[in-house]
């Protein structure tokens, strides 16, 4: 199929998937998921393949730009421990549990380890498209997390599989100076790109090009952090949560409205598209298993209860132990309940992230020692990306 056929099939499948939704009142990226699963084994839909440029280049930097452009800065700053200890930590938490879950099935500790860092950032879009009515709190902090983890996991995913294909042990050291060279470098690009983008904006004469730098935004941002080396997603991320709280002195409430309606329009259609999309790669995980499904699925579902398993662990033992440590007023007046926290603990849902570098991982690299239990580079790419 060409781009257009595609184009046109995506737009169907999204007109369809929201008008079954909306009749069957069930969340519309699971119902595109699944129309995009069963397009997948139908014989003529067997050639579409999700390219991981595109995903990296395209759907990530305006999904994420648009998501930090909605998310309040003065409630990220109220809930900063939080968001913070979501978005670091429980991230390398969460991959060394998958990393250890994927070394028992014979996976050498870089390849576990990437595995991990694939598995381990929540999604922001996916998290908005589901948890649409939660409050407001809950919502800042699920989509602050997922915004900033992001950086995180890539930056370990980078690590682990520079590590990997060249057939050596992480070194932790150099490990942790990349890490955070990556997140500095992300945040001052992304500043940058900012400053430049609010000075730029001062100067032009109408909306209409106003709202084209807002387009080109995300790609100013995520381009030149990816070609030096550090993270284009914190970039792009600093530089949405900047303009989001610039933006009111510097554009008109006329130009905000129409960006404003762009961008709506122009996520819903990326957004759904890439469920779609992830629902087609079903079939051709199924394909590359192959006779190594058993392995593969129990990898998949222990790493699945792994993923699960820490993250209410983390958000059950956190607060207390914060509790114990600072007994502030201010502090005892934001405490919730476990069933406050709840569903923060079950909305980490994967997404763009995960699914693109599942999909750059390299053709070959090497698969560790046999045993019952190993499976290769292969099966073990196709289950992280389901």
């Known amino acids: ?174 490990g942790a100076l990349r890490f955070l060279a990556a997140y500095a470098g992300g945040i001052l690009i992304g500043a940058a790109i900012a400053a430049l983008v609010v000075a730029i904006r001062r100067l032009l004469p109408n909306r209409l090009l106003a709202n084209t730098t807002s387009v080109l935004t995300p790609f100013l941002a995520y381009l030149p952090a990816e070609l030096l080396g550090v993270s284009g997603v914190i970039a792009v991320v600093t530089c949405g949560l900047v303009l989001s709280f610039y933006g009111p002195r510097i554009v008109s409430a006329s130009a905000r409205t129409q960006v404003y309606n762009f961008w709506e329009l122009a996520t819903f259609v990326l957004n759904g598209s890439l469920f779609v999309l992830i629902g087609l790669e079903i079939h051709r995980v199924m394909l590359e298993v192959d006779h190594e499904w058993q392995p593969a699925l129990g990898l998949g579902l222990l790493a699945a209860l792994a993923v699960i398993a820490v993250r209410f662990a983390w958000l059950n033992t956190t607060p207390y132990i914060i509790r114990a440590l600072d007994r502030r007023p201010q502090q005892r007046e934001r405490r919730v309940s476990a069933r406050q926290r709840l569903p923060i603990a079950w909305a980490g849902f994967r997404g763009a992230v995960s699914l693109a570098a599942a999909l750059a991982l390299p053709g070959s690299w090497p698969t560790g020692r046999p045993s019952p239990g190993a499976i290769s580079s292969s099966p073990s790419r196709s289950s992280s990306s389901s």
């Open 1 to 174: 199929m060409n781009g257009l056929e595609i184009a046109v099939l995506l737009g169907l499948v999204l007109l369809v998937g929201g008008i079954l939704s909306h009749r069957l009142h069930v969340s519309t990226p699971l119902v595109l998921l699944l129309l995009g699963g069963i397009l997948g084994f139908i014989p003529l839909f067997d050639g579409l393949e999700l390219e991981p440029d595109l995903v990296l280049l395209l759907f990530l930097p305006a999904l994420l730009y648009w998501e930090s452009l909605n998310t309040s800065v003065r409630e990220m700053k109220r809930n900063l421990r939080v968001i913070l200890l979501s978005a670091v930590p429980l991230v390398l938490v969460t991959a060394a549990a998958v990393a250890v879950v994927g070394h028992a099935f014979g996976l050498p500790w870089s390849v576990a380890i990437a595995l991990g860092a694939i598995l381990a950032p929540t999604d922001a879009t996916a998290v908005v498209a589901v948890a649409g009515p939660l409050p407001r709190r809950t919502l800042t902090i699920l989509r602050a997390e997922s915004l900033i983890n992001d950086g995180t996991a890539l930056a370990v995913y980078a690590v682990a599989v520079a590590a990997a294909v060249a057939e050596r042990e992480i070194n932790l050291g150099t």
